[in-house]
């Protein structure tokens, strides 16, 4: 019972529910190891009692919590919960971020949003100093719209150095934008990678989520490249040679996306257009991103130099270089000034063309613009976590516990935040990341939003069943959110697909943070069990047919994505019990869309015909976003990632290709006629309402 208590206090669970009526403790053994990575003792009885009465007595002669939010609009009467609990004639003052000053009484209504600080002064004599987050009541809302969702680099062009990129991205809004009539262009996460041979080509376990990688650079569109002459010029067309060799090589003889090719081609070229002297307009402008994004990008810069020297296993570094703030690592700093002048100048570069791809879906009138995604976790020797370590929770990993699709659970190898380093900061490396990733981003969608609630923690050495669940203060992750979100004017998706803890979606909603909404799923859960009817889905919501790692629809409608995960040993049921489970889920979906008028009744089964009736459903929503998985629209079978696989499969490597199989250039994709036909079919008059015996209720 004492170590429950001690766990309750930190926010650790010692028992969860994975569904309504079930209880399951955790072994005292990973409540112990949790506290123990919150620099908590309980590794004896004896040890535990003293941690439980320093925490209560903490607890109870702390006059304020370390983060205060104030909600504008939403708070009752005024003063937020904890001032309210202040002992009678405490003084208050509030020191806002531009400076200014408001005193006892707090105009509590009146605060402006942002980050200010909170003093408190009891009539007994104690004082408290507190973060106060004031954010409004919801994040910015989208104007309703359709758009595209692409792994970006799935998306070669004609231009492309073996993989899209960035100049690719700016095409893909302006066409996207003005001949399809598209608000949003959706991609995945395009942070920095941990370098190495072979890279992780996963986009959701990078070195950093604060920068992103400069592999996505078109090398052709940094302004320098013009200026190169003589023998960096000659260099330069050598490079360009090869990487066209690497593009033909995906787009006309099958071979994988290489990521680990494509760097050693663009690392070359940036360092040659790296001599090339800027003009003083760009000097003032690189001068200018320094000032805005140090001590993160020397932080950054010098990891990826130290990277290069010894690798990126940071445990075969040598030992004083492992902390960021060591003598050691500012005399390495030294010693590699020019390979950390380069990733500083590598970095700048990158979020110039992320401005250049956002100022193009602005200008093709795209009412969302560019969304971008923010991945759960940083790998455990990454940028991010060397540069910040206090704030991430040593020894233990994120995942998620056993469930119906899961009986072993997950460990995804990624080290969790700390909560309580996070509010003690006042979330302060929380908001670097946002505001971050809200520069360029007209939305930002953000991977398993359940963990701005709770994550599930998997200590080191252990399975993820024995994981526990470690909670976070989720009014303040929400404010800190709405408050970077309004400075951005950006609208917030939460991938909320899954288990979801009750409630949890209320919130999110009132919020105003998007869900996602994905068709195969959408059923009446708990009544008929049928498909979803229309206009029963949720408003605030993303729709879309499919995700990154769930089938294209048409193996969806093929039932090819059976066959696939059955010829790569996932199966968990005998394959002809998976096949007509899933083939009757498709006739079901099918029948259904003919009964809505999207399908023509008795005809022959045509592939198209059906990816289109699946794309009007969801514009019969009254989904917020409807997004066409761009693979979709040009009738790809494969999917970008097969969840259970790594060298199995080839996750995070394909190129789009069509019904034949053979990758589709972007060129050739803008040229499309299934691709135009799926979208001018978005519109199509004629279809009727839900039949009566579809009806909720």
Not at 188 to 209: E, I
Not at 656 to 680: K, N, Q, T, Y
Request: aromatic share 6%; net charge negative; proline share 9%.
């Amino acid at each position: 019972m004492t170590l429950a208590r001690l766990a309750a206090l930190h926010g650790v669970a010692a028992a969860y529910s994975p569904s309504p009526g079930v209880t399951v403790p955790v072994p005292d053994a990973t409540v112990v190891a949790v506290l123990g990575a919150l620099d908590v003792d309980a590794a004896t009885p004896a040890a535990t009692e003293a941690s439980l009465a320093a925490a209560e007595e903490a607890r109870a002669a702390r006059l304020l919590p370390p983060t205060v939010v104030v909600w504008q609009g939403d708070e009752p009467a005024g003063r937020p919960r904890p001032v309210a609990a202040l002992p009678d004639g405490s003084v208050l003052r509030i020191t806002l971020e531009d400076g200014g000053t408001a005193g006892s009484p707090v105009p509590w209504a009146d605060l402006p949003p942002g980050v200010h600080a909170l003093e408190a002064h009891a009539p007994d004599g104690r004082a408290g100093r507190a973060t106060l987050v004031v954010a409004p009541a919801r994040v910015p809302a989208p104007a309703p719209c359709q758009g595209v969702l692409v792994q970006l680099y799935s998306l070669l062009s004609a231009r492309s150095w073996g993989m899209g990129d960035l100049g690719d991205l700016r095409e893909l809004a302006g066409w996207a934008g003005r001949a399809l009539g598209c608000g949003f262009v959706q991609v995945n996460p395009l942070h920095a990678a941990v370098p190495g041979t072979p890279t992780d080509p996963s986009p959701y376990r990078p070195s950093s989520r604060r920068f992103p990688d400069p592999v996505h650079l078109r090398i052709e569109d940094v302004p320098e490249f013009a200026y190169a002459s003589g023998a960096a010029r000659a260099e330069l067309d050598a490079l360009a040679a090869r990487a066209g060799e690497l593009r033909d090589g995906v787009l006309r003889k099958g071979e994988l996306i290489d990521r680990d090719a494509v760097w050693v081609l663009k690392r070359r070229a940036l360092e040659i257009l790296a001599a090339v002297p800027p003009g003083p307009g760009r000097r003032a402008a690189f001068d200018a991103f320094r000032a805005e994004r140090d001590p993160a990008l020397e932080d950054h810069a010098t990891w990826c130099a130290l990277a290069e020297r010894y690798g990126a296993d940071r445990a075969q570094w040598p030992e004083g270089l492992r902390d960021p703030r060591s003598a050691a690592t500012a005399r390495a700093r030294a010693e590699l000034g020019d390979r950390v002048a380069f990733h500083r100048l590598a970095a700048w570069l990158t979020d110039e063309q992320l401005a250049a791809a956002a100022r193009a879906a602005r200008e093709a009138g795209m009412a969302v613009g560019v969304v971008h995604d923010l991945a759960v976790g940083v790998h455990p020797d990454g940028a991010d976590a060397w540069a910040q370590a206090g704030a991430y929770a040593h020894g233990m990993s994120v995942g998620a516990p056993p469930d119906a699709f899961n009986a072993h659970g997950q460990d995804w190898g990624l080290p969790p935040w700390r909560p309580d380093a996070l509010a003690a900061s006042g979330y302060a490396p929380y908001r670097d990341l946002l505001r971050s990733l809200f520069r360029h981003a007209g939305a930002l969608r953000i991977d398993h939003v359940m963990g701005l609630f709770r994550l599930w923690w998997v200590p080191a050495g252990l399975p993820p069943t024995h994981g526990t669940y470690v909670r976070y203060d989720a009014d303040a992750m929400l404010a800190v959110l709405a408050l970077e979100a309004h400075r951005a004017g950006a609208a917030v998706i939460g991938e909320d697909l899954g288990t979801v803890e009750p409630g949890v979606r209320d919130v999110l909603r009132r919020r105003g943070v998007l869900g996602t909404s994905v068709l195969w799923f959408e059923r009446d859960w708990e009544g008929t069990r049928r498909p979803l009817p229309p206009e029963a889905w949720r408003a605030d919501c993303v729709a879309t047919a499919t995700t990154h790692d769930l089938p294209p629809t048409a193996s969806r409608l093929a039932g090819e994505h059976v066959e696939l995960r059955h010829r790569l040993g996932l199966l968990a049921r005998p394959l002809e019990e998976e096949r007509a489970e899933d083939a009757g889920d498709v006739a079901e979906w099918l029948a259904y869309l003919r009964g809505l008028g999207l399908l023509e009744e008795g005809a022959a089964r045509d592939e198209e015909a059906e990816i289109r009736a699946v794309y009007r459903f969801l514009r019969r929503t009254p989904a917020r976003m409807t997004g066409v998985w761009l693979p979709d629209a040009v009738g790809d079978r494969r999917p970008q990632n097969l969840p259970g696989t790594s060298d199995q499969y080839p996750n995070w490597r394909l190129p789009i290709a069509g019904a034949d199989g053979r990758p589709v250039a972007l060129e050739d994709l803008a040229a499309s006629p299934r691709l135009r036909a799926l979208m001018a079919g978005w519109e199509e008059p004629g279809a009727r309402t839900a039949p009566p015996d579809a009806r909720r209720g």
